[in-house]
């Protein structure tokens, strides 16, 4: 089944205390990114891979950190984690436009995290 | 720059009655759009999309939306409305700003459906 797989779910954790969000899709898509969702302001991109060690800031970078070591895989990494990244993060994943028409994004289930 | 806008936070709609989703878009090139909806404690899904041709676009559990060129808007629609469709419904536009593959999404417009 294709599938974008998020890792934890739920997280509760303490400021400063570094965390990774692992996302992992089996459809061999060269793009993912990392959203985040919040009330009243919809989804807002956080960072983005085009291909294997590529990778770019989205809309609202400060504060988290990304890798793209594998194809498949593309973790978001919160280094000191504060009160004001409490969210629901959503990873996503899409082959590449080559013609650069957007294929349809692929969503994980969604990772709350609270950062007390 | 880009954006998109759903002007309505909520939609409310009594099942068998039609639906409609707003979305209105700004875009500098060719506007490549997308419907997602997401479900409780779910991700996003894919609803339908609109490239070229046919204005009206069919998608996913009897959803369409029309694309209307010169009034920029995208809305969704639906001719008679389930009380399963209630869920969080997401408009969005390529960014021609960003890289090929981003996406900019609307606020959202959660849409509830009363038997």
């Known amino acids: 089944e294709a599938q974008v797989t998020q890792n934890p779910r739920y997280l509760i954790t303490v400021t400063g205390k570094k965390l990774t969000v692992t996302c992992s899709q089996n459809?061999?898509?060269?793009?993912m990114s990392w959203y985040r969702q919040d009330p009243g302001l919809g989804l807002r991109q956080i960072y983005y891979?085009?291909?294997?060690?590529?990778?770019d800031k989205g809309d609202v970078p400060e504060g988290y950190k990304v890798s793209r070591k594998e194809k498949r895989n593309f973790p978001l990494i919160l280094e000191s984690p504060s009160p004001n990244q409490t969210s629901l993060y959503f990873c996503?994943?899409?082959?590449?436009?080559?013609?650069?028409?957007?294929?349809?994004?692929?969503f994980g289930d969604g990772t709350r995290l609270s950062i007390l | 720059a880009q954006s998109v806008a759903q002007p309505e936070d909520q939609v409310n709609v009594a099942e068998g009655n039609p639906l409609t989703v707003k979305c209105t878009y700004s875009?500098?090139?060719?506007?490549?759009l997308f419907w997602y909806v997401q479900y409780p404690n779910r991700g996003l899904q894919f609803l339908l999309k609109?490239?070229?041709?046919?204005?009206l676009v069919k998608g996913s559990y009897g959803f369409e939306a029309e694309f209307n060129k010169s009034q920029t808007s995208f809305h969704l629609k639906k001719p008679s409305a389930l009380v399963s469709d209630s869920a969080l419904y997401f408009c969005?536009?390529?960014?021609?700003?960003?890289?090929?593959?981003?996406?900019?999404f609307g606020k959202g417009t959660k849409l509830s459906v009363k038997p």
């Open positions: 459809m061999n898509h060269e793009y």
């Open positions: 969005a536009v390529r960014d021609y700003g960003g890289s090929q593959g981003n996406l900019i």
């Open positions: 996503a994943s899409s082959s590449t436009p080559g013609t650069g028409i957007n294929q349809p994004q692929h």
């Open positions: 891979s085009m291909n294997v060690e590529v990778t």
């Open positions: 875009v500098s090139g060719n506007p490549y």
């Open positions: 609109y490239i070229t041709g046919d204005n």
